[in-house]
């Protein structure tokens, strides 16, 4: 009880700690807390984290009213809270391990201050003023405690919440309901807590998180201090030369870089995914500032997660990356000041941008007064910038051009391939798969296609669409322009008939049901597995494989950044099982620890799933070799033939491909053997998908001589 604490009418931090001596004695005595304050960091729950303990075990709920200005990693933490209120398997996710709150505190402060969020044993909002361009800030600092039997304590001062505070010379005044005289103070400190946490002080307004989020009116500040020191400055001034390459290289990688100088410095290095890329190219760009004292490197991303890798990774090389996106307010003027700095002598300059913000023209414009012999474009999944929208991102004004992919062309598209060959000047260096595991940057794997078949009126689906797309190519074997769009779509139709199969579902859980069998009978555990599966798909196969007892999560593309990171590190740990994903694994997310992937959607773009695969053979502790399981679509006893060949000629290429550097080849071969012999097609065997390629293009045309009737 409050009464008993015998408290001081002031607290000073001249005398004593503000923290240990009166806020975590006053929350271990109460079951409400009511807080308002200018400034909040996450490390102060830390420092209070036994008075925080005992306040949640006794069921004590806090609300925090401050000001919108907060440090990154809390804001994200705030947020990753509100997700889990409407998320059990995440909220689950954050409550791992959370046995006693003040060890958790002390443990990983960030991830226990999400999980009060969610648990509402913290609730948030935030003051902002009501005037619109009202510059003042909520600075209050005010608090009440309640206990159990209504007794109130307020306290008013100078302190925030946050580790500097208790660096500061600091004092609460003490106001208790029970003491004489105190109660009209008492009373007034509640009474302007409530009001505002209410809306309805006149002066500020009050948002809850989901409103926050929505109006986006959180200011982030930075962790370093907001003036600049002469030091500092001086460790990095414009004539330093701190870009230095900080890992050693492979002497792949080397040999990258050198076949790229001798091209002019220009070219696609065609690298298998998990082999460095990367690490390549912002290498091969520290090597020509070092040469030439004097480079800016616009660096191209087409994902907003990318942005946070690469932006990590120029750091370690010496780059200070500036980000363009259209989540980054005011990103055109900073990037005309820095354009300006650099022309007038700054010796770096390095621009990461969203290939959707590359290709607008505010950045076109802006970024063309750069000197083109001092400028290097960097290209990440180059192949996506020959897309008819993206092609404005290939800027004519730099003269050094890289470009990184693992799959250079681009699938039913001749002239967007043309144009990245062109622009980038062809391939200069080339990394298989084969020898990146033959050399042992990838680890080995096995392959089993499981062999599915379609439905009757699947099939006809599927022969109709076919049709209709050798119409539309009639001699060509591109579409007319004006065709163009309605090819894309029947397209689309038919590669969903075969991604969405009914038989397939069957199919893969009767073989992950059985390797779940196995590994219970080997005393082992079923995990580090990955499922792709069809868009529209993944809720129904996530319940159908946590039936079969395994801890499992979605991994798609509305699971926002942060969630995403905490699913990977939980999937990594082995505490879940499975990932259930539709595309968003397909280019940038790194899941080394799979041992296990099933397939069970994928297109005939090639583009997709030798990225999927190569994500899969990303090397990680204790991992020897991956195991892939497909499902492949064959044709069935009744199938017409035409249909028949139609469906082996589109599926064999990526068997081919699968099997072609699998330590298990012609076992899987075997399995595929009969369908194929059965129309005298064995030599799909060995063409693999740019093998066939031109085939299937002809395929299409020769489909407008045959009208297949569905009965």
């Known amino acids: 009880m409050l009464p008993k604490l015998n408290l001081k009418p002031v607290y000073d931090s001249e005398e004593c700690d503000l923290i240990s001596d009166l806020i975590v004695p006053l929350l271990s005595c109460s079951i409400e807390y009511w807080r308002g304050v200018g400034f909040f960091a996450s490390g102060w729950l830390r420092m209070a984290a036994h008075g925080l303990s005992r306040f949640a075990e006794q069921g004590g709920r806090a609300r925090l009213i401050m000001s919108p200005i907060l440090e990154e990693r809390d804001w994200e933490a705030i947020q990753l809270g509100e997700r889990a209120k409407q998320d059990e398997v995440l909220r689950r996710l954050l409550a791992r391990s959370l046995a006693e709150i003040e060890q958790s505190l002390a443990r990983d402060t960030l991830n226990t201050f999400a999980w009060m969020v969610a648990d509402e044993i913290l609730d948030i909002r935030f003051a902002v003023p009501r005037k619109l361009g009202d510059r003042g800030q909520y600075h209050d600092k005010v608090a009440f405690f309640r206990d159990a039997a209504e007794n109130t304590v307020a306290i008013h001062g100078s302190f925030n919440d946050s580790v500097q ?26 009474t302007r807590l409530e009001r505002l946490w209410n809306d309805q002080n006149t002066q500020f307004r009050a948002f809850p998180i989901p409103e926050a989020l929505r109006r986006q009116i959180i200011a982030l500040r930075s962790a370093r201090p907001p003036y600049r020191s002469t030091v500092s400055d001086a460790s990095v001034a414009p004539n330093d030369n701190r870009l230095n390459v900080p890992v050693q290289l492979h002497d792949y990688q080397e040999e990258a870089i ?13 690298m298998a995914t998990g082999t460095g890329k990367t690490f390549t190219a912002l290498a091969a760009a520290t090597r020509v500032f070092q040469a030439s004292g004097h480079l ?50 700054s010796r770096d300059l390095c621009i990461i941008a969203v290939h959707n913000t590359a290709a607008g023209s505010d950045f076109c414009r802006l970024v ?18 020959g897309a008819q929208r993206m092609r404005a991102a290939l800027l004519p004004i730099a003269s050094l051009r890289l470009g990184l992919t693992a799959t250079p062309r681009r699938w039913y598209d001749d002239e967007g391939t043309e144009t990245l060959l062109q622009y980038f000047g062809g391939v200069c260096f080339t990394l298989t798969l084969e020898d990146a595991i033959a050399r042992g940057f990838l680890v080995p794997y096995t392959y089993h296609p499981i062999p599915v078949t379609l439905t009757d009126s699947e099939e006809c689906e599927v022969a109709s669409l076919t049709h209709q797309i050798a119409v539309l190519l009639g001699d060509s074997e591109q579409p007319k322009a004006a065709d163009r769009e309605e090819l894309e779509r029947l397209l689309r139709e038919r590669a969903r008939v075969l991604a969405n199969a009914e038989s397939k579902d069957a199919a893969t859980l009767a073989v992950l049901s059985q390797y779940v069998a196995d590994c219970r009978d080997s005393g082992s555990e079923a995990r580090d597995i990955l499922v792709y599966c069809a868009p ?15 801890n499992c999560h979605e991994f798609v593309h509305q699971v926002r950044e942060r969630d995403r990171q905490l699913v990977l590190e939980e ?27 099933f397939f069970m959607a994928s297109t005939t773009n090639p583009r997709q799933f030798i990225q999927r695969r190569g994500r899969i053979l990303r090397k990680s502790p204790g991992k020897e070799r991956a195991v892939i399981w497909d499902c492949v679509v064959v044709p069935s006893q009744t199938t017409p033939p035409d249909v028949a060949r139609y469906l082996l000629r589109r599926e064999m290429p990526r068997f081919a491909e699968f099997a072609e550097c699998a330590t298990n080849k012609y076992r899987a071969r075997e399995v595929i053997r009969p369908h194929l012999d059965r129309y005298g097609m064995l030599h799909l065997f060995d063409m693999r998908p740019w093998d066939v390629y031109r085939q299937a293009v002809s395929l299409d045309k020769e489909r407008s001589e045959n009208d297949v009737e569905c009965q």
């Open 296 to 345: 800016a490197v616009i660096i191209l991303v087409p994902y907003l997660h990318l942005v946070d890798q690469w932006g990590g990774h120029c750091r370690r090389f010496g780059f200070r990356p500036l980000v363009c996106h259209s989540g980054v307010s005011g990103w055109q003027a900073a990037l005309r000041s820095a354009i300006t700095d650099f022309r007038h002598g």
């Open 258 to 270: 050198a076949a790229w100088d001798a091209a002019g410095r220009r070219g696609i290095f065609e």
């Open 368 to 385: 063309s007064s750069l000197p083109p012999d001092k400028t290097l474009v960097i290209g990440d999944e180059a192949h996506a910038l």
């Open 536 to 550: 529209g798909r993944h809720r129904a196969i996530l319940k159908q494989i946590a039936a079969l007892g395994l």
């Open 165 to 190: 505070g208790t660096l500061n010379g600091e004092a609460f005044s003490v106001f208790c309901s029970w003491e004489a005289g105190h109660h009209a103070y008492v009373t007034r400190h509640v």
């Open 571 to 597: 999937f990594a740990q082995g505490h879940l099982q499975a990932l259930i994903a539709i595309r968003c694994l397909d280019e940038g997310v790194d899941v080394p620890s799979t041992r296990n992937a």
